[in-house]
């Protein structure tokens, strides 16, 4: 599915500034740079990108209200339109969920990074405060929850582990939603919002 409501999506973050600043903090501490980002939306946390950054988007609203300076690719995320092993690094912040398979767009990522390409994925975890409100949001047939598969800290690890060496996983928002405030970034699982750098597993060799 495709989120076509730009303006609404960035006013979420103005009416949550801490929430933004922590998620903001953790993704800079990652050190994205060079990279696709995988269903961008408006760009949001590109200013703490480094390098060239390419936003792609499902949405034409969405990919359209990017950053005008930066390349800019409408696309689909199960069908990444790049060649093989031509991008240094794939970003992803809370797109997995609302995707029909998170293997698929774990190949393509596979697929697309450069030998030694870093894969940086964001997203909030069903085990967690943050988690059981988007939820509940979902039962209660918000539009976009309502489609939304969270996954658990050890389902999501458990997936990407699957064609990635884990390099780093650090998280933050250890608060509940209730209780706001900016959250230093830690190297640990204990937040909703998870992050994890990743390199492609290496490909092993057929038996003769």
Known sequence: MAFNDPSGYTSWYTFHPLIRESERSLISNLGPRDCLDVGSGPSVFHEVFQGKTISLDASLPMINAAVKEEDRVAGDALRLPFRDSSIPCVFSC?????????????????????????????????????????????????????RAHLYSRK???????????????????????????????EENENGAFLCVKAVPLERRARRA
């Open 94 to 146: 809370a797109v997995l969920p609302f995707l029909k398979s998170g293997d698929d767009f774990f190949k393509e990522v596979k697929r697309i990074l450069r030998p030694g390409g870093e894969f940086i994925l964001c997203d909030i975890v069903k085990d967690s405060a943050w988690g059981s409100r988007y939820a509940r949001l979902g039962a209660e047939g918000d539009p976009y929850y309502s």
């Open 155 to 185: 389902e999501l690890l458990g997936l990407i582990r699957r064609y990635f060496e884990v390099k780093k996983v650090a998280s933050t928002l250890r608060a509940p939603p209730d209780e706001e405030k900016f959250e230093e970034a």
